[in-house]
Each structure stands twice: as structure tokens, then as C-alpha cells.
């Protein structure tokens, strides 16, 4: 059975305070790892698509990376307006996603 | 990225009634949508995947005739909930992936979530 936990839970971070999310997961033949970004009352927001150990994405002053048993997603001098939940996501067979329980991230000014 | 529009955003409804939700891919084909439901402080839990021209498959102790899945077209899947009651309040999300993007690996989009109170 896939499986994905995500830590901390919670984070609370200072602006400009970088910091890194982590997500573990286990799953028979990784087809991919998605990070999205979810807002209170609203449905998750695509972030980030990895592949394979190695990769690497980068947007704003987010950065996702990818080892074979993890994923961290690195926040660079973050904002206010980057507080939300960061779900993690792993696709094994099919087109099923399994999902972490998420970290909730408040970032204060 | 794709647009998945979801409606209503939120409904209040009687308990006994039911209620129905749409879930439009705007600006792709959709031949699987899925449906979420999300408590509070919790991850999504997924429902059922919806294919389009079939029977939508359920998932381990998900009611099929409570929440029923219509999935008419590539653009279209609707979740009906049927005769609500108070323990159906929750936050419902769908969301779906391009269907003219081959392999199964890329990226679902998901559409703003659903509100739903039973009274």
C-alpha cells in the first residue's frame, strides 16, 4: 500500500526565515511526486511535478527536490502570502493520487 | 496550468434533501475526474474516480447510492448526494487530469471545492 507522511505538521516561520517541508513517502514504482499548495476553503493549487531522484524544480521561492525515499520543499525567505498548507502527493499505478496529511505553514510578517 | 471549475462553491441544504455538484473541465478533455472529500485540518480523502461513458469505480466504504457520480461528457462529472444528512456537511473537491496529455503521469488540476452544510 502507497504511503505518505509529511512533516512537521505545522511550521511557523518569521519572514525571511527559510526552512524545508519533508515528505516521505512509499510506494511500488514511483510515476511521480506532486507538491500543490492549499488555501483555507479552496482546492489545492498545483505546485511542482517530480520524475525521478535528482530532479529538481524551482518556482519563486519555492524549490522541490527528490531522493528516492523523499521529498523536501525548500522555502527560500518566505513571505506572509506564502502561508497555506503544502500537500505532497505520490502516483504509483494508474492515475490515482495518495496524498499526505500535509504541513500547515504560517509565515509572520 | 488547466482550469477545473467547480459549482456551487458552497450550499446549505435540509437534511433529507439533495444535492448536487458540477465539476467542469474548462480548457481540456477529461475522460477520469476524481472526487475528494476533505474534514477539517485533514488531508483529501479520495472518493470515487469518475470515467467518462461508465460507471464510476468507488472507493472501500464509499456509499455508491448516497454519492452518485455521473460522468456525461469529457468536460463534465457531477456528484450527487442523496438524501443528506448532518454527518455529510464536509468540503468536497474534484479534479482532473488532460486527457490529451498521454501517459499517466502528469499533473491533476483541482477545482476550487465545494462547501457542504446539512441542516
Known amino acids: 500500500e502507497d504511503q505518505v507522511t509529511q512533516s512537521p505538521e505545522a511550521l511557523r516561520l518569521q519572514e525571511g526565515e527559510s526552512s524545508s517541508l519533508n515528505c516521505s513517502y512509499t510506494?511500488?514504482?514511483?510515476?511521480?511526486l506532486f507538491w500543490y499548495r492549499q488555501d483555507p476553503g479552496k482546492g489545492p493549487e498545483f505546485l511542482f511535478t517530480?520524475?525521478?531522484a535528482g530532479e529538481e524544480k524551482e518556482k519563486e521561492r519555492l524549490k522541490a527536490t527528490l531522493t528516492k525515499k523523499e521529498s523536501f520543499l525548500h522555502i527560500t525567505a518566505p513571505k506572509p502570502e506564502d502561508s497555506a498548507t503544502y500537500l505532497c502527493?505520490?502516483?504509483?499505478?494508474?492515475?490515482?493520487?495518495?496524498f499526505g496529511e500535509g504541513t500547515q505553514l504560517t509565515v509572520n510578517p | 496550468g488547466a482550469v477545473v471549475s467547480q459549482h456551487p462553491s458552497w450550499v446549505i441544504c435540509k437534511s433529507g434533501t439533495s444535492v448536487k455538484i458540477e465539476c467542469r473541465s474548462l480548457?481540456?478533455?477529461?475522460?477520469?475526474m476524481f472526487w475528494y472529500r476533505q474534514f477539517p485540518k485533514q488531508s483529501l480523502m479520495l472518493m470515487a474516480t469518475?470515467?467518462?461513458?461508465?460507471?464510476?469505480?468507488?472507493e472501500q466504504g464509499v456509499e455508491k447510492d448516497k454519492f452518485l457520480i455521473n460522468h456525461a461528457s469529457l468536460t463534465l462529472s457531477t456528484l450527487t448526494v442523496t438524501s443528506a444528512h448532518p454527518e455529510d456537511s464536509s468540503f468536497y473537491i474534484c479534479?482532473?487530469?488532460?486527457?490529451?496529455?498521454?501517459?499517466?503521469?502528469?499533473?491533476?488540476?483541482f477545482g476550487q471545492g465545494t462547501r457542504l452544510t446539512v441542516v
Open positions: 479534479s482532473a487530469r488532460d486527457s490529451g496529455v498521454r501517459g499517466f503521469d502528469t499533473e491533476a488540476f
Open positions: 510506494v511500488s514504482g514511483l510515476r511521480g
Open positions: 517530480l520524475y525521478s
Open positions: 502527493a505520490v502516483r504509483a499505478s494508474g492515475s490515482r493520487l495518495t
Open positions: 480548457d481540456f478533455q477529461a475522460t477520469t
Open positions: 469518475s470515467n467518462e461513458g461508465s460507471k464510476a469505480t468507488y
